[in-house]
């Protein structure tokens, strides 16, 4: 398979642990996605890289949070200090932007993560 | 970016056609309109997406309006696999960061056999 794939499926943690999940995007992707949704809503977007570099942020993005795409590759997003609110599927997406091709984003399976 | 309007749910019946309709009154001329969909327990998945003219791929039909506040995605034949949540995105494709996409509500899509 040839897809984005995210690890793990799921996670439950209790409130005030960290986690950390993993996206592995598209092979030849240069950018990559970080997107949170709750139950009966649409994704919100967290974060983006291009390549290796963090070029924007949510302001959903707390201080708790922190994404790293280290070697342009793979990315983690970790958690630190987990809250009941945290509760959501985490979704991963990756694209590649090139010059006159639309980069529609291919999205993984996400992370559905429970705060207990 | 702009918003979209979309109805909560729509209903059809296996091989109907479904028309999902999308409200975007203050597009502007440098926004695509974009269509992802969201299979049960999976991510969104792009569908379509256009600027002007209507366009058409193996998916799905999409049909803009002449001034371009309003947009029709069409599933010629639905199936009991197209059911789900169906997004109306804009996009800039001018902007030279992010390309984040912005999703709404977007419509829940129920097909009856």
């Known amino acids: 398979d040839t897809g984005v794939s995210q690890d793990p499926r799921h996670k439950i943690t209790k409130r005030g642990q960290n986690v950390t999940f993993r996206c592995d995007p598209i092979s030849e992707h240069n950018r990559l996605y970080w997107y949170r949704q709750t139950l009966g809503q649409g994704p919100e977007f967290l974060t983006y890289?291009?390549?290796?570099?963090?070029?924007?942020k949510s302001r959903l993005l707390s201080d708790r949070f922190s994404a790293e795409r280290p070697k342009g590759s793979f990315s983690t997003l970790e958690i630190q200090r987990t809250e009941q609110g945290d509760s959501a599927m985490y979704l991963c997406?990756?694209?590649?932007?090139?010059?006159?091709?639309?980069?529609?984003?291919?999205f993984g399976p996400g992370t559905r993560l429970t705060v207990l | 970016d702009a918003k979209t309007t979309q109805p909560n749910s729509m209903e059809s019946n296996e091989e109907e056609p479904v028309h999902l309709p999308c409200n975007h009154s203050?597009?502007?001329?440098?926004?695509?309109i974009h269509w992802y969909r969201q299979l049960p327990s999976q991510g969104p998945e792009y569908v379509i997406h256009?600027?002007?003219s209507n366009v058409n791929n193996r998916m799905a039909s999409l049909a803009i309006a002449e001034d371009r506040k309003s947009s029709t995605l069409i599933l010629h034949r639905a199936t009991l696999r197209d059911a789900a949540v169906y997004y109306c995105?804009?996009?800039?494709?001018?902007?030279?960061?992010?390309?984040?996409?912005?999703f709404g509500g977007g419509t829940r899509v129920l097909v009856k056999p």
């Open positions: 890289f291009q390549n290796e570099a963090q070029l924007e």
């Open positions: 997406a990756s694209s590649l932007v090139r010059a006159g091709i639309y980069n529609e984003q291919f």
């Open positions: 203050t597009i502007s001329g440098t926004d695509y």
């Open positions: 256009g600027l002007t």
């Open positions: 995105i804009l996009r800039d494709h001018n902007k030279a960061a992010g390309n984040k996409l912005t």
